[in-house]
């Protein structure tokens, strides 16, 4: 994905931006040297986010999984998010607005999977297992863990369609130029559709996708009745 700008650059990356994706590069180059990357790990034990019914979860975890990926590509394509759309929107928040901004959004995205935790396992929370069956249950439930910065970076997705809904964005593969607001509601539908039909195999936490991008655009319409200023 790229925008369609016409001639004009990005400028200089904005500060917070520039900091957040080197904590998240630091953090994945942790995970390499820990053997973080191969399930199940103490890494992702400890760091990313769990079934509130699982022995590993920790309330901590709603935070430290925003700073860890799944690999190379999963970590390469949301800071490439980050760096694209995050650096805009802060340039018209400024770096504190941005980051709470962030924090919220990825909080909201990690409650939002929970939810889908509670909903996808529901049944069997609430069934009497054997110590065996607990123990099997236990088992799936640890690489059935959720890491990743996207909820977060789906809000400042959904920040940027609002503030900029016209500014033309290339998708690879297609070859025309979309608007920022048709894109970012394709790629929410993307994630409804992905949440609710459970394509065996697929493991993207869609719900917390969803969850960013939701309270991202309560949040900017929010603060933009209050001043206005959107940029077209």
Request: net charge positive; proline share 4%; with cysteine.
């Amino acid at each position: 994905m790229a925008f369609n700008n016409y001639g004009n650059r990005f400028q200089q990356t904005t500060p917070i931006v520039l900091n957040l994706i080197i904590i998240n590069v630091l953090v994945y180059l942790a995970q390499v040297v820990t053997g973080g990357n191969n399930d199940p790990n103490a890494a992702t034990d400890l760091f990313a986010l769990h079934h509130y019914k699982s022995v590993y979860f920790q309330p901590y975890q709603v935070v430290t999984h925003m700073f860890m990926h799944g690999g190379f590509f999963h970590l390469l394509f949301n800071m490439f998010a980050l760096w694209m759309f995050g650096s805009m929107v802060e340039r018209v928040w400024g770096p504190k607005r941005f980051l709470i901004f962030y924090f919220i959004c990825g909080l909201a995205a990690a409650f939002f999977q929970m939810g889908s935790y509670a909903f996808d396992w529901w049944q069997v929370d609430h069934s009497s297992l054997s110590p065996d069956d607990m123990d099997r249950y236990q088992a799936i439930l640890r690489v059935s863990a959720t890491v990743g910065a996207s909820g977060a970076i789906m809000g400042v997705l959904a920040a940027f369609g609002y503030l900029f809904p016209n500014t033309e964005l290339i998708i690879f593969p297609i070859p025309i130029p979309v608007k920022a607001k048709w894109a970012i509601l394709g790629m929410i539908a993307i994630d409804v559709f992905g949440g609710v039909v459970k394509v065996q195999g697929d493991n993207i936490a869609h719900f917390a996708h969803i969850g960013g991008a939701v309270t991202g655009f309560l949040l900017v319409l929010y603060w933009n009745k209050k001043n206005k200023k959107t940029f077209y």
